[in-house]
C-alpha cells in the first residue's frame, strides 16, 4: 500500500514539473494538450515495465522532440528497449548536436560507427561521450572501456586495464589478448575462469572458441570433458554439446574474438549482466539489446531478456523472446521448455505446466544428462517421487560411479525415497552418497533431520547437524534442522537461540515459523506459538499438510495433536 502511495506521490510531482516546464512551451506557442497527456502515458508505462504501451505514446507525442529534452531521451530509451536500434540511431542523426547531448545519443551515434569499422569515426564519438563519462559509475567504465577497445581496433595495441576497475580490467585484457590472438590469450582466460571470487565460468566458452579458431580441437574437446551437464551454464553446455558432436564450426557462427563488435557486443552484456542482478531490468535490457543489435548471432544472450521480463512478470513477452530457440541447439531448447512451462504455472496451474514439460520431454530421442536430471528434479518439485526416482535410477546407470555427480543423483534419489515413506532405500542412497563424498554438509542435513522426524539414531543425527552447522554456519535450512534437533532432545532454550537465527535469515519460510511455533509453546509462550503458526497459514509457500497440521495446533496445542 504505502509502495503504491509512493509511487503515485513521484507521478504527481513528475507532472507539477512537467506542467511548469510546458507553461514555457505554451508561452511559445508550441503546447498540445494530447502531447502532454500521452507523454505522461508513455512516462507511466514505462515506470511499469509496460515498453510496448509507452512506445505507442511516445510515437503519438512525437511533436515534442525539439522542444523538451528528456522527451527526446526517454523516447530514444523506449525506442532501444524494443530492439528498435537502428530507428533510434536514424532518429539522433537527423537532430542538431544540442538536441542530443545525453550519454546514451552519444553512445548510439558510436555504435553505428563501430559497427561501419570507421574507427577514426569512433575516436571522434569517443571524444563526446567523454562529456558524460561522470554521469554514473558504469558510464565511466562503459566510456573508459570502450576508449580501451577503441585504441586496440585502431592500432592493434593492447593498453592494461585500471585495476581499480576489479574482475573487469581481467574481463577486458582477456579479450584484449584474444583479439591481438597472443599466446598469454589462454592463461588470461584460465586465470579468470578460476577466480573463486564469483562465477567466471561463462568465459570458458570464449575459450573454447579461441582454440577452436587457433584450429586447437584436442584441446578444445580436453577442456570440454571436464565440464559436466549436471552442474554447467546453458551455455557451457551447449558448447560442450556442439563438442561433443564434432560441430566445431557451431563456435564462430556465434562469436569470433577477431570481429571487434562481438568483443563490444559481449561487454554489453556484461554491463546488462550487472544491471539485472541489481533488479534495474530496463537498464538491463536497454544494455542487452545494444548487444544484440552489435551481434545478433549471439542470440543466446537472450535468455537473459527473457528471465528479466519473466522477473518483472511480462510473461507474454518472456514467452516471445524464447521463440529464438529451436531444437537444433538441444540445451537452449529444452530451456525454453522449463521456461514456458514456469510461465504456464504463473499464468493457469502446475498441471498444465507439468503436462506441457512432460508431453515436450518425451520427445526427446536421447535427451543427454542435463535433460535427465532436470526433469528428474521437475517431478521431485511436483511430488511425482516414483517418476523422478525412475528417472534419477537411469541418470545413476549413465554418471561414472565413485564420483561427486553419482554422489548428488543418489543424495536427490534418497531424498525422492524418503518422501514416499522408503526410508531403508533413502538411507541407503543418502550414506552411500556420504562415503563417496564424505561429510557433504546438505546430504548429512538431509539424513539426520530425516532421522530426527523419524525419532531414530537421534545422537548420531545430532553429531551429523553439529558437523553440517560448523561447514554452514549460514545456512538456514542446516541452523533449522540443528535447532529441531535441540527440541527433539529437549533443549528448547538452545532451540530457540538457533531458530531464531534461521528466521532472520529467512522470515517467510512456513517450516521455521511452524518449527518455533512449536518451540515457544514448550518454553510456555503459547501466545507468542500461536502467532507464529498464525503465521503460517498466510505464508503461500506453506502446502496443504503442513496447514493441515498447524490448524490442529492451534485448536488443541501440540500435546494432544
Known sequence: MYKYVFKVLIFLCIILYQSLVYSKITDKNNFNQKYLSDYFSALISLQNQNNNDALKFFNSSKGLINNHSNFLKKYIYSLVLEGK???SINLLEG???DKKNFFEAELLIYLKSLKKRDFNKTSENLLNLERYNKAGNYEYIIYDTLRIYNNLFLKSVFTESEKKYGNFSLIND????CYLNNT??????????????????????FYLSNLIENKKFQSAIQLSDEVSYLNSSLLLSQSKQWINNKEFHRFSQHF?????????????????????????????????NLSNYLNPNF??????????????????????????????DQIYYWYKIKKIGQIINKQENNIDSLEYIEKKFKKFKEPN???????????????????????????????????????????????????????????????????IVPEDPYVMNYLAYSWLERGFNIKEAIKMLDIAYKK???????????????????????????????LEIMPQDPVVNDHYGDILWKLNRKLQARYFWKNVLKLKRADKDLKKSVKEKLLRGIDKV
Open 95 to 97: 537532430l542538431d548536436a
Open 184 to 205: 598469454k590469450t589462454n592463461s588470461y582466460f584460465e586465470n579468470l575462469i578460476n577466480l573463486k571470487d564469483g562465477d567466471y565460468s561463462r568465459y570458458l566458452f
Open 472 to 502: 554452514k554456519e549460514r545456512d538456514p535450512y542446516i541452523i533449522d534442522s540443528v535447532a529441531w534437533g535441540y527440541y527433539l532432545t529437549g533443549d528448547y532454550q538452545k532451540a530457540e537461540k538457533l531458530i531464531l537465527k534461521a
Open 174 to 177: 582477456a579479450f584484449q589478448n
Open 256 to 288: 569470433s574474438c577477431s570481429n571487434e563488435t562481438d568483443i563490444v557486443a559481449e561487454f554489453f552484456f556484461l554491463i546488462s549482466n550487472l544491471y539485472s542482478s541489481q533488479k534495474d531490468f530496463n537498464k538491463s535490457n536497454f544494455y542487452l
Open 299 to 328: 542470440y543466446f544472450n537472450l535468455s537473459l531478456l527473457s528471465e528479466n521480463y519473466f522477473s518483472t512478470e511480462n510473461y507474454d513477452l518472456s514467452k516471445k523472446i524464447l521463440e529464438v530457440f529451436d531444437k537444433k
Open 369 to 435: 544428462n542435463k535433460i535427465l536430471f532436470d526433469m528428474a528434479s521437475i517431478y521431485k518439485n511436483f511430488k511425482e517421487y516414483e517418476k523422478s526416482i525412475e528417472i534419477y535410477s537411469k541418470l545413476l546407470s549413465k554418471v561414472e560411479q565413485n564420483s561427486e555427480l553419482y554422489a548428488d543423483v543418489l543424495y536427490r534419489r534418497g531424498g525422492s525415497y524418503e518422501r514416499i515413506g522408503e526410508h531403508q532405500k533413502s538411507d541407503e542412497d543418502l550414506i552411500k552418497s556420504l562415503e
Open 85 to 87: 536500434v537502428s530507428k
